[in-house]
């Protein structure tokens, strides 16, 4: 007999394809590869979307359908119950309207851990450097170029951590290793097991006392622009500022300004207010460490991702329900979320 549920795949699988076909014996498998918003919402009333039952998308596949906001899980067919979430951050999915109707989200926290702290800690040891400048020097065939001047070791220096979760705890490990003494300020404090060592501060006394001020905490109405002027004006002169979470968490003029005064050392940016624009004041800056949102980009963490949505893919259609729901919906029947940390 055929599965009487529908799966919906926005966008693609690349790595974990085999397992994805490996549902189709537990439901119906529908792909929408490409597309645009209206098309999308034009699709999702076609009486082949009605029994939806699960959709898996991505913050890639975005880009086809617009953000999943309260128009978009409006129009969803009724039958959706499930919206299984590639990616560690889900700034773009409204989860009050999605609990507001039945539906829980999950997302792949744990699977990026380890390759986004990398990226923090390349930017962290590249801004610390401000190598950005001799290695464009370098590539002009000008050696080490005109402006070039002395870093900084992070060997004891005060690295802040703001948002302990799993990037900021695998930040703080491997920061370790580099000598650097280690504060954070998170919503909660940590129990001492996770703390690694690290010292639990205030988000004032993280801002004045931190050398490296390293960002790793969700993007949500309380945390955008957390960072902005007067936050910059408590930091240490010569501070050196890294995101690896969300652009829109540092207020980008702000940060501009505090470089141009030379308050902040350098910066190491993964990620951007409005992305992929960039502000000119940080494309123009040689000093800054800039990359175009590249995080989780290895082949080992695209597959452990897109392994973790299907295993709460399998988790729902095998009546476990979701392993890792987004913690905004704790409490929510039908289980499967992880700590709130
Ligand atoms: N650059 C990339 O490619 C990339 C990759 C993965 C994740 N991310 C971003 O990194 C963020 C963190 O990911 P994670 O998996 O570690 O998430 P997580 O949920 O494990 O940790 C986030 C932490 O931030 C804390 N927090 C939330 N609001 C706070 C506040 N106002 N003040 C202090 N702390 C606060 C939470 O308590 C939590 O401990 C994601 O939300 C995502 O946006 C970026």
Redesign the pocket.
């Known amino acids: 007999m055929a599965p009487s549920r529908a799966i919906l795949l926005i966008g693609k699988i690349t790595h974990a394809r085999k397992e994805w076909e490996a549902l189709a014996s537990q439901a119906e498998l529908k792909e929408y590869p490409s597309g645009s918003r209206p098309d999308f919402l034009t699709t999702l009333h076609s009486p082949a979307y009605s029994t939806i039952h699960a959709i898996y998308r991505s913050n890639d596949s975005t880009s086809l359908t617009g953000p999943f906001d309260a128009a978009l899980i409006t129009a969803l067919p009724a039958s959706v119950r499930y919206i299984t979430h590639n ?5 773009n999915i409204d989860i009050p309207a999605c609990t507001a109707r039945g539906i829980q989200v999950s997302s792949t ?2 699977a ?2 380890g390759a ?1 702290a990398d ?1 923090a800690m390349f930017l962290i040891l590249g801004a610390l450097r401000r190598i950005s400048r001799p290695m464009g020097s370098l590539r002009r065939g000008e050696w080490r170029g005109k402006g070039y001047g002395l870093g900084h070791d992070p060997k004891d220096k005060v690295l802040g951590i ?7 705890q695998a930040v703080a490990h491997r920061a370790r290793a580099f000598g650097m003494s280690i504060q954070y ?4 404090r940590l129990p001492e097991d996770k703390e690694l060592g690290a010292r639990y501060v205030s ?1 004032e006394e993280l801002l004045r006392t931190s050398d490296v001020l390293s960002l ?5 109405a ?2 955008r622009h ?1 960072i902005s002027t007067p936050q910059f004006a408590l930091m240490k002169p010569g501070v050196v500022v890294v995101n ?3 652009g829109p968490i540092i207020e980008e003029a702000a940060l501009v300004a505090a470089l141009e005064s030379g308050k902040v050392f350098s910066a190491g940016l ?2 951007f207010e409005d992305e992929p624009r960039i502000h000119e004041g940080l494309v123009g800056n040689a000093d800054v460490v800039l990359l175009p ?4 980009a290895t082949w080992e963490t695209q597959r452990a991702m897109e392994v973790l949505v299907l295993e709460n893919l399998r988790g729902v259609l095998e009546g476990r329900g979701l392993v890792t729901r987004v ?1 905004e919906q704790r409490g929510m029947e039908g289980g499967g979320e992880r700590a ?2």
Request: no cysteine.
């Open positions: 990616g560690a951050g889900y700034d926290p744990i990026v851990d986004t990226t703001l948002g302990m979760g799993g990037i900021g300020h998170n919503r909660n988000f790793n905490l969700a993007l949500n309380s945390t957390i690896t979470a969300r993964d990620v949102h590249l995080g989780t913690p709130v940390l």
